[in-house]
Each structure stands twice: as structure tokens, then as C-alpha cells.
């Protein structure tokens, strides 16, 4: 008497390629020996899953599975580095109007500290703004290394300033300017250093 072929529905099959692909497309043998019965308690054999991955076409959809998930990290990369950049405009942007707001109140003998201030925001805001600049350097610094050389920079002048990132960072107003274009990307502004 002939055997009855079991027929596995379309989900299990779909579920046994999605288990080869999580696993790192062992191995056929290894696959099947990871598998659990199907809802009516048959387990497919070696020669049956091998024959799915052919007729199934299990490598071209692992090929697409494999560059949708490479597109969607390119896309979580791309928003990390865009909110890193917003973050160093409002730095920067933050570090002038403190220059300037430094430059308004303090006597003759600070005034380099304020162009320092200035000088340092422009940089930081033009590089953030341009994507690709001579200021590359500054993208790959975390904020705290970014903090740090501009506390040295200050440092340098007769007077210390305390920055506070909490300050900078929390400027909705500027975030808007900055969405809406109201802030110009393109201007040089520079100090009489340079």
C-alpha cells in the first residue's frame, strides 16, 4: 500500500525559510533538526525541506530579506548622524549668542574669550550644516569630546566660562529655525582671525 505524502501548509513552510534565515542559513541537516511539528504534529524530513529551498527560491528572498535589512540600518544611520548634526548647529548657535551675549556685558580684558566663544560656534554650526566639510573631525567627536575642547578653548582667555550642554540642547526654538530654514546654511560669517 502507498504511503500518503503529508502536505505542509504555505505558513509552515513560510516559518521553517524564516527559521533558516534568523539562524544564519544553516545547513539543511542542522535546519531540520531544529524544527517542531506542524500544527497537526508532522515534522518534514531532509529531502522535503532541501526540495522547499529550491522551489520556495529560499536564497533570493534571503538576498532581499538581507538588503531590506541593510537599507533599514543605512536609514537608522542616516537619522542618527542628521540628529547628531542638528544637536552641534544648536551648539554652535548656542555658543554665539553666548559669545555675543558675553561680548555686550564683560570688560576689554575677556573679549578674547567671546571670539573664542564665536569663532568655535560659527565652526561648529557651519560644519554641522554643510554634511561633508574640512571640519570633518568635528562629526566623528562624541558631544562630551566637542564640550571639552571648547571648554580648552576658553580656557585660554583670562576668565572661565561654564558651559552647561543642558542649556544648548534643550533650544526648541532653534530646532524650528533650523527645520523651517530661518537659520542661513549658507553664510561664512567669520571673526577677524579668520
Same mark, same amino acid.
Request: proline letters at 4%; hydrophobic letters at 35%; zero cysteines.
Given at each position: 500500500?502507498?504511503?500518503?505524502?503529508?502536505?505542509?501548509?504555505?505558513?509552515?513552510?513560510?516559518?521553517?525559510?524564516?527559521?533558516?534565515?534568523?539562524?544564519?542559513?544553516?545547513?539543511?541537516?542542522?535546519?531540520?533538526?531544529?524544527l517542531e511539528p506542524?500544527?497537526?504534529?508532522?515534522?518534514?524530513?531532509?529531502?522535503?525541506?532541501?526540495?522547499?529551498?529550491?522551489?520556495?527560491?529560499?536564497? =533570493?528572498?534571503?538576498d532581499e530579506l538581507?538588503?531590506? %535589512?541593510?537599507?533599514?540600518? +543605512?536609514?537608522?544611520?542616516?537619522? $542618527? #548622524? @542628521?540628529?547628531?548634526?542638528?544637536?552641534?548647529?544648536?551648539?554652535?548657535?548656542?555658543?554665539?549668542?553666548?559669545?555675543?551675549?558675553?561680548?555686550? =556685558?564683560?570688560?576689554?580684558?575677556?573679549?578674547?574669550? %567671546?571670539?573664542n566663544l564665536i +569663532?568655535?560656534?560659527?565652526?561648529? $554650526? #557651519? @560644519?554641522?550644516?554643510?554634511?561633508?566639510?574640512?571640519?570633518?573631525?568635528?562629526?566623528?567627536?562624541?558631544?562630551?569630546?566637542?564640550?571639552?575642547?571648547?571648554?580648552?578653548?576658553?580656557?585660554?582667555?583670562?576668565?572661565?566660562?561654564?558651559?552647561?550642554?543642558?542649556?544648548?540642547? $534643550?533650544?526648541?526654538?532653534?530646532?524650528?529655525?533650523?527645520?523651517?530654514?530661518?537659520?542661513?546654511?549658507?553664510?561664512?560669517?567669520?571673526?577677524?582671525?579668520?
Amino acid at each position: 500500500m502507498p504511503q500518503l505524502i503529508h502536505k505542509y501548509s504555505e505558513e509552515y513552510r513560510n516559518t521553517v525559510m524564516g527559521i533558516w534565515f534568523r539562524n544564519g542559513k544553516p545547513p539543511i541537516t542542522d535546519l531540520v533538526a531544529l524544527l517542531e511539528p506542524d500544527p497537526s504534529g508532522h515534522t518534514p524530513e531532509y529531502s522535503i525541506v532541501k526540495s522547499w529551498r529550491k522551489t520556495d527560491s529560499w536564497d =533570493t528572498r534571503a538576498d532581499e530579506l538581507q538588503v531590506a %535589512a541593510s537599507q533599514k540600518l +543605512d536609514i537608522a544611520l542616516i537619522d $542618527e #548622524r @542628521a540628529e547628531m548634526m542638528v544637536r552641534h548647529a544648536i551648539v554652535g548657535k548656542s555658543l554665539i549668542d553666548k559669545g555675543m551675549e558675553y561680548l555686550e =556685558t564683560a570688560d576689554v580684558k575677556s573679549i578674547k574669550e %567671546a571670539v573664542n566663544l564665536i +569663532d568655535l560656534g560659527f565652526q561648529i $554650526e #557651519r @560644519a554641522s550644516r554643510r554634511g561633508k566639510s574640512t571640519l570633518d573631525d568635528i562629526y566623528d567627536k562624541s558631544d562630551k569630546s566637542i564640550m571639552d575642547e571648547i571648554k580648552t578653548l576658553l580656557n585660554r582667555g583670562t576668565t572661565e566660562i561654564t558651559i552647561n550642554m543642558g542649556d544648548m540642547t $534643550e533650544k526648541p526654538e532653534i530646532v524650528e529655525a533650523i527645520e523651517n530654514g530661518e537659520i542661513d546654511e549658507s553664510s561664512e560669517t567669520t571673526t577677524d582671525d579668520g
